[in-house]
């Protein structure tokens, strides 16, 4: 997964994650697609370093 970050399993005994921190060194922008459990993914999302962003599965935008 070139330039891409995995996350397997899941949460503490909720089973749900927390914030997942990703890293864009210098880059003004940023290009998020998550490849769901099952295989389903989701769409590309393009949003700005150093922002919070909230991603639901079947969601057709991302949340800041």
């Known amino acids: 997964m070139p330039g891409g970050f995995r996350a397997d399993g899941g949460g503490h005994a ?3 994650w927390g914030f997942i ?3 864009a ?3 003004e922008r ?3 697609r998550i490849q ?3 295989g ?3 769409p590309s999302y393009r949003d700005f370093p150093n922002t919070f962003v909230l991603i639901r599965k079947g969601g057709e ?3 800041c």
């Open 14 to 16: 909720s089973g749900h």
């Open 21 to 23: 921190h990703v890293g």
């Open 25 to 27: 060194g210098a880059a």
């Open 30 to 32: 940023a290009n998020i």
């Open 36 to 38: 769901w459990p099952g």
């Open 40 to 42: 389903e993914s989701s």
């Open 61 to 63: 935008a991302a949340q």
